[in-house]
């Protein structure tokens, strides 16, 4: 049986309640990806050219971070990857999750939180971006679903 970990970023809450659902779900551990500076209700505003997350993720190099870091990622064989959606992909603090975490040799699976947006630029960019990761699938979710969606979703 293969070790699962739910590694996270909420801005808001609503990632990480979803988050933790599915690591019930697959019985897995959780990690949640923290920032240093916590993003303020100001930083948030969407759509606007003068916050911080705007300015983040102008700056493809920008590498917010993190609090804590992930203690023997070599432990698992499945990290699900969950975020929310900024400006049409993943925030740049997955980068830096992705960045500070060796995950050659795993099988990761991303989810998304997002009312409207699709979680396929998200996958794509990542994939594009860390060609030596097995990115397997991605999903988004806005709302209710069923547990067997999970579990198919995430075979193990």
């Avoid at 939180?113 to 960019?125: L, M, P, W």
């Amino acid at each position: 049986m293969n070790k699962i970990i739910v590694c996270y970023f909420s801005a808001t809450g609503a990632t990480k309640r979803l988050a933790r659902k599915i690591a019930g779900i697959l019985h897995a551990d959780t990690f949640e990806i923290e920032p240093v500076v916590k993003y303020t209700k100001d930083d948030l505003k969407w759509p606007s050219k003068n916050n911080r997350t705007y300015m983040e993720m102008k700056n493809k190099r920008f590498r917010p971070l993190i609090l804590n870091k992930l203690e023997n990622p070599d432990d698992y064989d499945i990290i699900v990857m969950g975020f929310p959606i900024w400006y049409y992909t993943a925030p740049t603090i997955i980068n830096s999750f992705i960045e500070e975490n060796n995950l050659n040799g795993k099988k990761v699976y991303i989810f998304a939180t997002s009312g409207a947006t699709s979680v396929g630029r998200s996958f794509k960019d990542l994939k594009k971006m860390y060609p030596n990761i097995s990115f397997i699938s991605g999903r988004r979710f806005n709302g209710s679903f069923y547990n067997k969606e999970i579990l198919d979703w995430i075979k193990h």
